[in-house]
């Protein structure tokens, strides 16, 4: 579905070690927020700040660190959302000029660009031994298939409304419970085959494949869900003797490299202002990444994993104002049943203790 362009180069985040990697394995070297700073000298009725001017940065850092850790982590993951939706709108502009193979590989050399440095100063401290590993062929595959998500899903943010976009990405843990049995030998009880079975069910409300409306963007779509949780499958099997640092270097390395050659082959000349998107997405996808990494650390999973779903709140607010997409109530009922099943499914894992994985990268 064709939208018209936005007005003007999209504004950049500064991002600082970031982690394209799936957040089920953050590296130990993405720090927590800031140790509470001291308010050592202040006196008990030291005066406020003059008038104009703001809480220096130690001030508001220590505001910040007051707040509750679920607080602080929902706010991570709201920015998290907030990002990824500005980034498929960027998607969804430049895709209109570029293909999606194109776009996918800035993704991720900016993601490569933005990781190198914290990489290489590790090496250079800790020796390459670091990035040894057994597992190199697992490696291969998780970048593959890695690359493989990240073209699907901006292609389906490219012909789709960027409502129901979303709202498929989240069929996600949907086929994580699939691949749990086929690939983990996990046991999976009746009640979480059963929300999965709902969940898929809204996915065909929300498509209505028998009406003749049926777009094969949705296909692609949920190639995408179904790529991500193949990833995530492949980072459960790496050895436990992996460390992040390894499995983040072979992912952005790898993903740049395998997205190099298909972007190549479909290369289309670009214009300044093409650059300039096509950089914003790659930061805007990497920082977005960091700040739910973020969010899972500071807060608890089954606290923070919510709302992650006003990524459907943001995407259908800037669907509408910059390309006219009012979603139908088909697709509002779909969605709607999508997020429960996925709700349920999240607090079922967080019952039994198990360790949430925040959504991955799109």
């Known amino acids: 579905m064709p ?37 050592a000298g202040q006196a008990a009725g030291e005066r ?15 505001v910040w660190q007051r707040l509750p850790a679920n607080t602080r982590g929902a706010a991570w993951v709201l920015l998290a959302a907030a990002g990824f939706s500005t980034m498929a709108a960027l998607v969804k502009d430049l895709g209109q000029a570029l293909p999606s193979l194109q776009i996918a590989f800035f993704r991720c050399a900016v993601g490569l660009a933005v990781v190198a440095p914290l990489v290489m100063r590790v090496v250079v401290r800790a020796g390459p031994e670091v990035l040894k590993s057994r597992a190199w062929k697992l490696h291969l595959a998780r970048a593959l298939v890695g690359i493989t998500a990240i073209g699907c899903g901006f292609y389906a943010f490219t012909h789709l409304p960027l409502a129901t976009a979303t709202a498929i990405t989240f069929t996600t843990p949907l086929f994580m419970v699939v ?19 709902v969940g898929f069910v809204g996915v065909l409300v ?3 494949p028998g009406a003749g409306t049926l777009d094969p963007a949705v296909l692609v779509a949920l190639m995408q869900a179904l790529a991500v949780a193949t990833a995530l499958v492949l980072v459960k099997k790496l050895p436990q ?59 608890e999973a ?49 019952g039994k203790d198990a360790p949430a994985v925040p959504g991955p990268d799109h």
Request: glycine share 8%; net charge positive.
């Open 48 to 62: 406020a700040p003059p008038a104009g001017r703001g809480l220096d940065a130690a001030a508001r850092a220590a």
């Open 179 to 197: 691949l749990a049995v086929l690939v983990l030998r996990e046991i999976v009880r009746w009640q979480r085959w059963t929300a999965t079975m």
């Open 302 to 350: 089954s606290a923070v994993a919510p709302f992650d779903y006003t990524k459907l709140l943001f995407a259908g607010l800037l669907g509408i104002a910059l390309f006219g997409e009012v979603p139908d109530e088909w697709t509002l009922v779909g969605a709607a049943i999508i997020v429960a099943a996925t709700v349920y499914i999240a607090r079922r894992e967080a």
């Open 206 to 208: 929300m498509v209505r």
């Open 241 to 299: 003797a992996e460390s992040s640092l390894t499995i983040m270097a072979y992912f952005t390395v790898l993903s740049t490299a395998a997205a190099a050659v298909p972007a190549a082959v479909v290369w289309q000349p670009m214009e300044a202002h093409h650059w300039l998107l096509a950089l914003a997405i790659g930061l805007f996808g990497v920082g977005s990444q960091w700040a739910l990494i973020m969010g899972y650390r500071v807060g």
């Open 3 to 39: 939208g018209r362009a936005l007005h003007g180069p999209a504004r950049t985040h500064r991002v600082q070690r970031v982690s394209p990697l799936p957040p089920s394995s953050p590296p130990p070297a993405l720090a927590s927020p800031p140790a509470d700073p001291a308010f």
